[in-house]
């Protein structure tokens, strides 16, 4: 079968509301699925594929037309500059997150290399890896309570070739002993009465304990303002995101934490997103 005929296949199988959406669809679903850019699975129409790939193709096509998220049917995700092992033991990485490590990478321009990086939640290891590659750190941390999710978190850093320290447990309970000079999070923040509410490919197949908190939703974030705070290096930035409508309700934890420059950045949709909190 070639690339052409596959993807004639797969967007049968996709069978999306239209024409340019079947086609749309079953060009990310080929580009996740056999690691090609999406401007290759078209400009290559002729290449032969090798019939195991064609299946999982398919199968991946299945799984998408059932209501699985694209991430992973294809068990991939872009972020940033990388392409990402994911699948539902993790959170599927958003480009909202995408900005928090802008905003990590701006200061730590400002301010300069050095120091240790803990990305607390870390699940598929996007932040980590981000901050890894990308950012001038001595150390960088990784953390989740969950060990499924650092599995694929280390499988990430392996396919990546990045060197990030990976650790379960609770919040920042494994580096007691580190004096980090950047904390970095994308905690759970939605409320238990959100749950419901959310679109099915979200609430039916991305996992609850990377996305639900308590105190609507608030119950991690401001834990995690009161740890931070302890074990942060003066001068050292927590950088947190969190819901857009209880954005200020994050910067009293942090203030009441006992950070003194708190302040809330725009996600690129405009909306406030980003917790940015210095230890002076």
């Known amino acids: ?9 797969v967007a049968q199988v996709v069978d999306s509301k239209d024409v340019t959406g079947q086609r749309r669809d079953a060009i990310h679903l080929l580009s996740g699925v056999l690691g090609m850019r999406p401007g290759d699975v078209v400009l290559r129409a002729d290449r032969e594929v090798p019939p195991a790939d064609a299946e999982r193709a398919l199968i991946a096509a299945r ?3 059932e209501g699985v998220p694209l991430a992973y049917a294809t068990g991939s995700a872009a972020f940033r500059a990388l392409e990402l092992l994911v699948d539902d033991r993790v959170l599927i990485p958003r480009p909202e997150t995408e900005g928090l490590v802008d905003r990590v990478l701006a200061w730590q321009a400002v301010r300069g290399p050095g120091g240790v990086a803990v990305d607390v939640g870390t699940g598929s290891g996007c932040i980590a890896l981000s901050l890894a590659t990308e950012g001038r750190f001595d150390r960088v941390i990784g ?17 990546v070739g990045a060197t990030v320290e990976w650790c379960e447990g609770d919040l920042l309970a494994p580096v007691r002993d580190v004096t980090p000079v950047v904390i970095v999070s994308n905690p759970p923040y939605i409320a238990e009465a959100e749950w419901e509410h959310l679109a099915p490919g979200v609430r039916d197949h991305e996992p609850r304990m990377a996305l639900v908190a308590d105190d609507e939703g608030m119950a991690l974030t401001a834990r995690l303002a009161r740890e931070a705070f302890s074990c942060l290096r003066v001068g050292g930035l927590l950088a947190v995101e969190v819901d857009s409508a209880r954005a200020e309700r994050a910067c009293e934890y942090a203030r009441e934490a006992g950070f003194g420059d708190v302040s809330v950045a725009a996600d690129q949709f405009g909306r406030p997103r980003y917790l940015l909190a210095i230890k002076e």
């Open 143 to 159: 953390i989740d309570q969950s060990a499924a999710a650092l599995v694929v978190a280390r499988a990430n850093g392996v396919r």
């Open 1 to 9: 079968m070639t690339l052409g005929e596959l993807r004639a296949a």
């Open 63 to 65: 799984r998408y037309a």
